[in-house]
């Protein structure tokens, strides 16, 4: 009695464990749309944002405001603007070291560079001799097309060349990015140019400034527009 008793309890603690494994089996593992429901795509586990121009921006929008090179507190861009004595479209908008939503003062303009000294004419001297004096074919000076472009660099203005004002930008600034806040400056003709970080801008006044064309994360220069 006893043997078949034991039996009894082996053989059912053979059937529990027999339909355990056949359910573990059939059910499987989590599933991988479960797993991809419970873990973060890596790209999304950080937060990325993109900055365009201070228009973009919400007026009630809060900056890290810089006054000086010194950090004042968050502003709008309007009141930063305000506390620096400038126009908003003086102000670089950008991500900071920290990665924060930073406005700071464009470096300023330098002082523009000397007029170019017109040669004087040549003096025109008597004819003596009354008889017509027949011209001579001689070769035609050839004039270069474009202005004058001009690089400010050490504190000083340096020549570049005669060149269309796309040959300037890109003899200025191709290939060379600005970090937040800084601007390097140019002349072509009468215009200002100057670079800044995404874009290549131009004043006729040496104050207002508005973007004629893009710059690539490669530091290389788009179209001149």
């Known amino acids: 009695m006893d043997n078949q008793r ?12 027999t ?3 056949a359910a573990i089996l059939l059910t499987g593992g989590p599933s991988d749309r479960d797993r991809e429901d419970t873990e973060t795509p890596p790209e999304r586990a950080g937060l990325q944002l993109n900055v365009s121009d201070p ?12 006054v000086g090179g010194q950090f004042v507190g968050m ?14 479209q003086a102000l670089d908008v950008g991500l900071d070291s920290t990665g924060a939503l930073t406005a700071i003062p464009f470096t300023p303009p ?7 000294d017109e040669p004087d004419p040549m003096p025109v001297t008597e004819q003596v001799d009354a008889r017509p004096v027949e011209p001579r074919p001689g070769p035609q000076a050839q004039q270069a097309s474009g202005q004058r472009c001009m690089r400010h660099a050490g504190g000083e203005w340096r020549e570049v060349g005669t060149m269309s004002l796309g ?6 600034y191709g290939g060379r ?12 003709g009468d215009t200002t140019l100057r670079l800044v970080p ?8 040496n104050t207002n400034f508005r973007a004629i064309a893009p710059q690539g994360r490669d530091c290389s220069i788009g179209d001149v527009r």
Do not use: H, K, M
Request: proline fraction near 5%; aromatic fraction near 4%.
């Open 167 to 172: 040959a300037c930008v890109q003899s200025l």
């Open 110 to 116: 330098p002082e523009l560079p000397p007029l170019v």
């Open 177 to 188: 990015c600005e970090q937040l806040g800084g601007a390097s400056y140019g002349r072509w």
């Open 19 to 21: 339909a355990g494994l």
């Open 198 to 205: 995404g874009r290549v801008e131009q004043s006729s006044d």
């Open 75 to 88: 502003a709008t861009l309007a009141d930063c603007a305000q506390r620096n004595g400038v126009a908003s």
């Open 6 to 17: 034991l039996v009894l309890i082996l053989g059912g603690v053979a059937a529990i464990l």
């Open 55 to 66: 228009e973009s921006l919400s007026p009630d929008q809060q900056l890290r405001c810089f």
